[in-house]
């Protein structure tokens, strides 16, 4: 299964619904997660530009799609950021392919 790194920020009129009715929100769309197959790995609140960031595991790009596509079109967010997350070994073993590809790629001249 693929990690994703998800960063929200909610609309000023879902911080006030929070404030009159705090509520784990995580609990409340743990459902929806699990119905493409996900799960939440951890999350938290943070400070400055987003206001929730967690990490969820999916079994894919459309899964992970889906998930945030079904919980923002409720309006309660002003903005949604996933960032798929690679394994580190994936990354060096795509740092060799690179390698290989620089070899026989020109970069347009200027």
Partial sequence: MALYLVQLAYTSEAWAAQI???TNRVEQVKPVLEQVGGRFVGAWFAFGEYDVV???EAPDNEAASA???AVTAG???RSYKTTPLMPI???IAAMRKAGE???S???PAS
Avoid: D, I, Q, R
Wanted: proline share 10%; aromatic share 14%; charged share 20%.
């Fill in 105 to 107: 790629y020109k970069p």
């Fill in 54 to 56: 967690f990490v969820m």
């Fill in 89 to 91: 070994e994936e990354g």
């Fill in 67 to 69: 998930f945030a596509l």
């Fill in 20 to 22: 009159n009715n705090p």
């Fill in 75 to 77: 309006g309660a967010m």
């Fill in 101 to 103: 590809l620089s070899k």
